[in-house]
């Protein structure tokens, strides 16, 4: 209730003093957010217990924590101020996340109930947690999962992921990198929408794909959702900020119109089973609702589907 709502502070994962809402509880403090739809919790998984992350004074010393449950905190506001959308199932579900999940887990993930971060190995990746697009990226699966809920492999999958990079890339958003802020091994980040084939996919060691001509075509990956998402994630880029690719020019109608076109597909036209053809048919779609269907940005979104070969 109300009385029991307190402003704490932390430290996150690099050092960064945070202040967030927390919660007075048995004369203890606890990571829980009564104000945000039904709560953001934020748990140490090494208590095992599932027990809220708790401090004898209003100071949380727990990088991973306070980051994870400042980070859900802004994508929550995020959610609700762009698209008046109330948390992942726009009814207020409330926002669990657990930290130092598993033994340096160099991933996160969103199993359809809570987040989970791992603190990483130091080599590839720092804690995941103090990635604020990471953040965004595991509760945009939440929002996916209520909405289009695109199957997670091949194309639909490659959606899914691309979708994640996109909101991601919104809530933390100053710049088209996904996990510059984690990355321990020198790279300037995990995926570029920018220029996917700046880094190289583990998996294929090769450059991501930025043209479907370039595309994945094997098993590994679920058929290659994070791999050929980087398709979906150029065009998504270029409808933003345009440019020139494969010969193909497009005038970009920026990040506040890119946002809404792509919420308005996934919400509204996308289904679990949707490809790369029915992306672009839906963000047209979409744009046309928007902004008339003789908009600069109906117009910028065909123009980035021609320019990675989606049509
Ligand atoms: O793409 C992902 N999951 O589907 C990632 C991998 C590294 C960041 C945390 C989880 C993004
Ligand atoms: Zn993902």
Request: zero cysteines; aromatic letters at 10%.
């Amino acid at each position: 209730n109300a009385t029991n709502d307190v402003t704490a502070f932390g430290t996150g994962v690099f050092g960064e003093r945070k202040r967030f809402e927390a919660q007075a509880f048995d004369g203890m403090f606890r990571l829980f957010d009564e104000t945000r739809g039904d709560g953001v919790v934020t748990f140490d998984n090494t208590t095992g217990t599932n027990l809220d992350v708790v401090s004898i004074n209003k100071m949380f010393t727990d990088g991973s924590a306070v980051d994870a449950h400042a980070n859900a905190q802004i994508t929550y506001d995020y959610y609700q101020d762009t698209f008046g959308r109330n948390s992942v199932d726009d009814n207020g579900q409330i926002l669990i996340s657990a930290v130092h999940v598993g033994d340096n887990w160099n991933n996160a993930s969103w199993n359809g109930r809570q987040m989970s971060y791992g603190d990483g190995d130091g080599i590839r990746f720092h804690p995941l947690a103090a990635g604020l697009d990471v953040a965004a990226h595991e509760m945009t699966h939440g929002v996916i999962q209520h909405t289009a809920n695109l199957i997670y492999r091949n194309e639909s999958g490659a959606l899914n992921e691309s979708f994640a990079d996109i909101f991601g890339v919104m809530v933390d958003r100053d710049d088209w990198l996904i996990g510059e802020a984690i990355m321990a091994d020198g790279t300037i980040g995990l995926r570029s929408m920018e220029d996917p084939t700046d880094l190289i996919e583990r998996r294929t060691q090769a450059p991501y794909p930025d043209h479907w001509s370039r595309r994945y075509t094997g098993t590994l990956d679920n058929g290659g959702v994070h791999i050929n998402s980087s398709i979906n994630n150029k065009a998504a880029y270029l409808v933003s900020e345009g440019g020139e690719h494969f010969d193909v020019t497009v005038n970009g109608v920026g990040r506040e119109k890119t946002e809404q076109i792509y919420y308005r597909a996934l919400t509204l036209y996308l289904t679990r089973s949707s490809d790369f053809s029915m992306m672009r048919e839906a963000a047209i779609q979409a744009a046309g609702d928007l902004y008339g269907s003789n908009s600069d940005a109906v117009a910028a979104v065909e123009q980035a589907y021609d320019a990675v070969g989606v049509y």
